[in-house]
């Protein structure tokens, strides 16, 4: 499931592809076309991400761009396997394909969403010729390029009221900065709930998902069954300060990385799996290769980096988590600080 850094990466993808702009929507799945129709014609004024949600907003005259405020919104949850993929000119050159990463979708490699969308490069204006799939819930079209929308847990035209009833419904975003990040550690030590389960729960940190929360009670050796109530203060502390420079550095490069560079290369000789780790840019060059980036996540019965014991895996929150019972035996213990230079 794509985590909160791919939607503030969405976020901004849609500021700088389509701020401003007056949109042609469209559904060619038609499961969208009401709201499609309803919008379409409008100004696309703000573009915001919540957590694990994406907030398109619209005025019929771009006038929200002055400080008003949008009249409706699109509010998009990619769920387990929604994606974006983007085509255009030279000004959509920054954004490809956002989300689960596509052989999750089940599609072709190259053609997500079977739109060719994403391929549109090459003459200047081809995109404009790019037929959407059949499975395009939102086509968004703009002066530069488009946008479509596959796959998604929630596409659905809302007011500004059903957008605040969303937003009281989740804990703080650690990439916003209104963010409070007292209100997460009030929240974590108020509940014997295990500090794996609460997580994972959106009304107590918003656009965490299962990778940043295997990788982040690794980082903090905390033991994933330990209850919240057990956590001191700063443990709990920690692991905002953790999490803020690690979701930012995914925002930047739309990628997952938790691993020091000097634990990278520990054990060169395995032959590591990477089942279903695959992230958007694992071809490309100049990435932290998908089996270095992570201490224990889909990493079950290897070596840890740090000891050698058997990383293990069970499931809370009805999603498998993975940890080390030696490094994270320690059920109350100050953070150790690993967070090195590179994530700045
Ligand atoms: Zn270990």
């Given at each position: 499931?794509?985590?909160?850094h791919?939607?503030?990466?969405l976020?901004s993808?849609f ?5 401003g702009?007056r ?12 709201g499609a ?8 004024v703000?573009s ?10 619209f ?7 002055d400080?008003g ?13 929604g994606?974006?993929?983007f085509?255009g ?5 920054r954004v490809?394909a956002?989300g689960?990463p ?9 053609t ?5 969308a ?5 003459r ?25 929308l ?6 659905a035209v ?9 937003l ?9 900065a ?12 108020r ?22 929360r ?14 919240g109530?057990d ?9 905002w300060?953790?999490?803020v420079?690690?979701?930012?550095y995914?925002?930047?490069?739309g990628r ?7 634990h990278?290369d ?6 590591e ?6 992230q958007?840019g ?6 932290v290769p998908r ?15 740090l000891?050698?014991?058997?990383v293990r ?7 498998s988590?993975?940890?080390c019972?030696r490094c994270q ?9 690993l967070r ?5």
């Amino acid at each position: 499931m794509p985590e909160g850094h791919t939607i503030h990466r969405l976020a901004s993808a849609f500021d700088e592809a389509f701020l401003g702009a007056r949109l042609a929507l469209s559904s060619p799945q038609g499961r969208f076309a009401a709201g499609a129709e309803r919008l379409s014609g409008q100004f696309l004024v703000s573009s915001e991400a919540v957590g694990k949600h994406l907030f398109l907003g619209f005025a019929p005259g771009g006038r929200a761009l002055d400080g008003g405020s949008p009249e409706s919104y699109i509010h998009v949850h990619l769920g387990l396997y929604g994606s974006w993929t983007f085509a255009g000119d030279e000004a959509f050159a920054r954004v490809h394909a956002i989300g689960a990463p596509r052989r999750r979708l089940g599609e072709q490699e190259s053609t997500p969403g079977s739109s060719g969308a994403g391929r549109g490069a090459g003459r200047k204006d081809s995109w404009r010729h790019l037929a959407p799939g059949e499975n395009v819930r939102l086509r968004v079209v703009g002066p530069h390029g488009l946008a479509d929308l596959t796959g998604p847990t929630a596409c659905a035209v809302i007011d500004p009221v059903e957008r605040a009833e969303i937003l009281t419904r989740l804990g703080p975003d650690p990439l916003r900065a209104d963010a409070e990040p007292q209100a997460f550690v009030d929240r974590v030590r108020r509940s014997r709930t295990a500090i794996g389960a609460q997580l994972m729960n959106q009304a107590v940190v918003a656009g965490i998902g299962n990778i940043y929360r295997a990788e982040l009670l690794f980082r903090a050796r905390l033991d994933p069954f330990v209850p919240g109530s057990d956590l001191t203060a700063s443990n709990v502390e920690g692991l905002w300060d953790d999490l803020v420079p690690l979701l930012r550095y995914g925002a930047r490069t739309g990628r997952i990385v938790t691993t020091e560079p000097e634990h990278r290369d520990i054990h060169p000789i395995i032959r590591e799996r990477s089942r279903g780790t695959r992230q958007n840019g694992d071809e490309d060059p100049g990435v932290v290769p998908r089996e270095k980036s992570f201490y224990v996540y889909h990493r079950q019965g290897l070596p840890c980096r740090l000891c050698n014991t058997p990383v293990r895996d069970a499931e809370i929150a009805g999603r498998s988590v993975y940890w080390c019972p030696r490094c994270q035996s320690v059920r109350r213990r100050r953070a150790p600080r690993l967070r090195g230079t590179w994530l700045d």
